[in-house]
């Protein structure tokens, strides 16, 4: 929960975390080094001095440390973590489901756990969609079209193995299709964050929900165009929303198209922990105003209290069908445990 | 001799200087690519001397394409100082590095290489795609200072190339910039003669409709500006570590090994 300086709790849903283990113990290759390395250079890159980590720390940080860093210190109320193979990379994969299910089994009623597969895997991938709905109940997955798997350096999202897949998830209730659109991490032989497959997806699979993470930066106006006329797809603020801190005129300019475009309904707060912290970004971004000048260079739009709240957690609630009013009761009934113990 | 080396490595800068991250549209200099020049052999005589530069991007991961045409702009330009025989570039600490220098220094054809890395992508078009999105960031940024000068829209939009050399900006961002602008109006031949209009498209049109061109100006250069922040973040951070171990953590530089003859700017 996020007070605000007028005593407003605000209900706050993180669209975007993750419990990775980077550690070089875990690292197969260079190529793992080089992967969590770069994280880092994100988060020293973009995080205000007080909020940087140890690298030891970062590579792999506890259970305890999430749970800190999001619900007691941070005012995330829920958590949507997502799982990352990486599984060229990274021997037991990077951040994987059995992973992200234990700290959701340590800390119950937190967390909403969303599930990965490669399309590349064919009929294995089909598989694996039954074994996580049927063993998880998951009602998410994340997309990671840039991933390796063998020779292949990436897939797009209207390949025809993956219509397969998307069509067992719309069977099986997986409605939340998050997917990286955003800055390049992974090596390309051909652009494979390109957002223009989304347009695809998103009109031939109309019943899922389609959650562009990092709103397709450095691919901004091109994603606009998709999400303002494809009505199932919507805008996930990580990476985008740390600019606030260091270059908050540029954090303006991002947010007023997408607000201009796509509207306050579309955007959802995520703070990609850990490699940023939710506390500071939801603070900075309740005190934020759009500067006039930028405003008014795009039809006067404005970032209100209402739109803000809607961007930290009500969006996010109504994709994953949350009961807020219901939540926050219960968790103003069972204050929270802490971590250590 | 130690004269002639450091006018030899000046000119091999300033000829480093004409290259330009194809994505930000700024110098590999000034981003600090460049990790190490070195010069071979003699100045008396021409087409000689063997120039090694050595260049590293902000990622492990950055873009091959764009490792690709920097590379390529590196050869070319230092290649063109009368008295260098060979430039030999080696991009450090890269994903395509191996593959990427053997092609470069054994003459092989940079088109060859690309279309062997990046099939279905065309290497003029990719450089034209970047020359569109120079040409519109740095046109935003001069139309822009002319706005804050109290220039209106509907005269901006008449202005010819005469009007705009006798424009004096203050700031000297903005005229670096219009002379970069104007240096791209006259090598994409946009705008030649002093009363060609200095704002065209960079289809070579009038603008239209003026709200809608800045709006397409503007998300060019929010694009634009993503990379570019996250790059120069990305370069700063990527052979540092966060010492925690005072009351404000400072980074610590990580400084590459020096040989004599090695020179770093």
Known sequence: MFITPEGKEIFVVDGHTHFWDGSPENQKNIHGKQFIDCFYAYHTGLSPKENLWEKSKFEKYSADDLYNDLFIDGPDDIAILNSTYLSDFYKNGFNNIERNMSVAKKFPNRFIVNGAFDPRDGNKALEYIHFMKETYNITGVKMYTAEWNGDSKGWRLNDPAAYKCFELCDKLGIKNIHVHKGPTIIPLNKDAFDVHDVDYAATDFQNLNWIIEHCGLPRLDDFCWIATQETNVYAGLAVALPFIHSRPRYFAEVIAELLFWIGPEKILFGSDYAIWTPKWLVEKLWAFQIPEDISSAIGGVQLTDEIKEKILGLNAARLYNIDVAGRKAEFAKHPMMIAAE | ?265
């Not at chain 2, 700024?26 to 260049?55: H, K, L, Y």
Request: charged content about 25%; overall charge negative; hydrophobic content about 40%.
């Open chain 2, 1 to 265: 001799m130690q004269g002639a080396l450091s006018q030899q490595l000046a000119d091999v800068w300033a000829r480093l200087d004409l290259v330009m991250d194809p994505e930000l549209d700024e110098p590999v200099t000034d981003m600090g690519f460049i990790e190490a020049v070195s010069v071979a052999g003699p100045t008396t005589r021409r087409n000689i001397s063997t120039v090694e530069i050595a260049f590293r991007l902000p990622t492990y991961w950055c873009s091959p394409n764009f490792a690709f045409l920097m590379a390529e702009g590196i050869k070319r330009e230092v290649e063109s100082l009368p008295w260098v025989g060979q430039a030999i570039v080696t991009l450090q600490d890269h994903m395509a590095a191996e593959e990427m220098n053997k092609v470069i220094n054994t003459g092989g054809q940079f088109s060859d290489v690309f279309a062997e890395l990046m099939p279905g992508e065309n290497l003029d078009a990719l450089r034209e795609k970047f020359d569109q999105k120079a040409f519109q960031r740095r046109q935003e940024v001069v139309i822009k200072a002319l706005i804050w000068k109290g220039y209106l829209t509907q005269d901006i939009v008449k202005l010819t190339l005469a009007d705009l050399s006798l424009i004096r900006f203050e700031d000297a961002e903005e005229t670096r910039q219009r002379g970069r602008y104007a240096a791209l109006l006259t090598s994409k031949k946009l705008a030649r003669r002093a009363n060609d209009l200095a704002f065209p498209t960079y289809q070579g049109q009038p603008i239209g409709d003026f709200q809608t061109y800045m709006g397409l100006l503007r998300s060019v250069r929010i694009n634009m500006e993503f990379s570019g922040s996250l790059c120069r973040g990305l370069k700063q951070s990527r052979y540092l570590e966060a010492d925690l171990s005072g009351d404000v953590p400072l980074l610590v530089d990580y400084t590459p090994p020096l040989t004599s003859d090695h020179a770093c700017r």
